[in-house]
């Protein structure tokens, strides 16, 4: 287990992720108003669901019957995909389609540099988001404003002066292996928003203090992917069994053979199942599912520290860590 504990606050969630504020390595995901249109992505230009129908002539008749089109999906942010997203799990997944009539459709939080926002995941980790917020306002202010915030600038400041702000010693080596990577070339902005989901797994992880959760998190709320399954955020496991009527909760292993029907759009298929968990488990606390007044983040940071007091007997036999909402420990 890794990530270090620190005092805190309370997070939460609203848009594309969980609900109220629980703590754990988030990234921050800026819950997205509503209201106001999503920024495109710098990104290279993805088609959108398209049934590729290009055969090989070389390949016998009797193969080519057995050929499945392949549907590529574009950034949700760009316009009118997340409509499209909708609709289609609606027709995909009769138990889902209930849910995307009940809960208003997610939002997505306006784009940030790759580096800016991992640099927030990591120091958002396993904090309230109140406590998270604050170190990261004064973050920025060490740095002269987010503009600012780039590998060497990250690099120049020692695990002092991030001391003084409120970093941990071990999230200050993270902060400073991120830019490494970035300044050594292994990593860049555009490499990041052009790499395909499974090498930009691959090469995130790599990072220390990253781990499968916020890499997830990072590609749905930064990124804006549209098909990323988070199979150890405890509440998509707990929404999936509750959706299926399943008699134990499934493994991460498991999900994505459970999830398959949502492809191309798990991304957005999650968002649906975390306020459907929120729903289910809104308290005196006042949890309100797709209020738009409320950050995504705030609410999902919510969920998860509410699930890691109530759960933690849900311990992963083969990841050896705890899901617990958000997986606390995700960092490397």
Request: proline share 8%; glycine share 6%.
């Amino acid at each position: 287990m890794a990530g270090e504990s620190e005092s805190a606050a309370e997070p939460n969630p609203n848009t594309l992720t969980p609900s109220n504020p629980p703590s754990t390595d988030a990234i921050n995901i800026v819950p997205l108003q509503t209201h106001s249109p999503p920024t495109k992505l710098p990104s290279r230009p993805r088609k959108t669901r398209k049934l590729s129908n290009t055969v090989d002539p070389s390949l016998p008749k009797t193969q080519i019957s057995t050929i499945v089109p392949r549907i590529v999906s574009r950034s949700l942010s760009y316009e009118g995909e997340l409509e499209s997203a909708i609709n289609y799990l609606k027709s995909s997944d009769p138990l889902l389609s209930p849910l995307i009539e009940t809960y208003p459709p997610p939002t997505l939080e306006l784009f940030q540099p790759p580096f800016l926002a991992l640099t927030k995941s990591i120091l958002f980790q396993q904090l309230a988001y109140k406590a998270g917020s604050s170190i990261y306002t004064r973050f920025i202010s060490l740095c002269g404003g987010e503009s600012n915030v780039v590998p060497d600038m990250v690099l120049g400041l020692t695990p002092q002066q991030l001391r003084q702000i409120g970093v941990s010693a071990r999230k200050a080596s993270y902060l400073h292996d991120l830019a490494r990577k970035y300044q050594n070339g292994i990593l860049s902005d555009k490499s990041i928003v052009d790499m395909d989901d499974k090498s930009l797994f691959t090469m995130l992880t790599m990072v220390n203090g990253i781990g499968s959760w916020s890499v997830h998190m990072f590609m749905i709320f930064s990124l804006h992917r549209p098909d990323v399954l988070p199979i150890h955020d405890l509440g998509i496991r707990k929404g999936v069994r509750m959706l299926y009527g399943l008699e134990d909760l499934p493994r991460p292993s498991q999900m994505d053979q459970l999830c398959e029907k949502w492809k191309p759009y798990r991304s957005v298929a999650s968002w649906y199942i975390w306020r459907f968990v929120e729903a289910k488990g809104a308290n005196s606390k006042g949890n309100v599912v797709g209020n738009s007044d409320v950050s995504l983040q705030q609410q999902m940071l919510s969920m998860q520290q509410q699930q890691q007091q109530q759960h933690q007997q849900f311990l992963d036999p083969i990841n050896g860590i705890l899901n617990v909402g958000a997986c606390a420990w995700d960092s490397n």
